[in-house]
């Protein structure tokens, strides 16, 4: 069974941070590109990262670069995001995605497989 189960999230002070994991079970992690994908209240779904299963090359949406960072531990079947100087417009709910050639698709969405979304909660 293809499993994607996620963890961390939470409430964190403008300015702080904090890491999610996207742990696979029941396939291998590596094999496929990795997609990070936020929903806040209100507005549309946007693709953050993506981690392509072809190169490794890692892509980020214009408004996290240089704050947010993904990374694949391969022992652990795991992507992190890493999430620094949080600002008060990142809060939403973060899905990781799995699929091959997902950065290469229209959206970082548009997968069969997802985790169940923590919420990042950013306030003072």
Same mark, same amino acid.
């Given at each position: 069974? =293809? &499993?994607? =189960? &996620?963890? !961390?999230?939470?409430? =964190?002070?403008?300015? !702080?941070?904090?890491?999610?994991?996207?742990?696979?079970?029941?396939? #291998?992690?590596?094999?496929?590109?990795? !997609?990070?994908?936020? &929903?806040a209240p209100g $507005? +549309?779904? +946007? !693709?953050?990262?993506? #981690?392509? %299963? @072809? %190169?490794? *090359? #890692?892509?980020? *949406? +214009?408004?996290v670069k240089g704050?947010? /960072? *993904?990374?694949?531990?391969?022992? $652990?079947? /795991? =992507?992190?995001? &890493?999430?620094?100087?949080?600002?008060? +417009?990142?809060? @939403?709910?973060?899905?990781?995605? @799995?699929?091959?050639?997902?950065?290469?698709?229209?959206?970082?969405w548009n997968s069969?497989?997802?985790?169940?979304?923590?919420?990042? *909660?950013?306030?003072?």
């Open positions: 069974q =293809v &499993q994607l =189960v &996620q963890s !961390g999230g939470g409430l =964190v002070q403008p300015g !702080g941070s904090l890491r999610l994991a996207c742990a696979a079970s029941g396939f #291998i992690l590596d094999d496929y590109a990795i !997609g990070w994908v936020r &929903q $507005k +549309e779904r +946007e !693709g953050v990262s993506c #981690i392509s %299963d @072809a %190169d490794g *090359t #890692i892509y980020y *949406t +214009e408004s704050r947010f /960072t *993904t990374s694949r531990d391969n022992a $652990k079947n /795991t =992507v992190y995001l &890493q999430m620094n100087s949080l600002k008060p +417009e990142d809060p @939403a709910v973060y899905y990781c995605s @799995a699929a091959f050639y997902l950065c290469r698709r229209d959206n970082y069969a497989n997802w985790g169940q979304g923590p919420h990042v *909660t950013v306030s003072s």
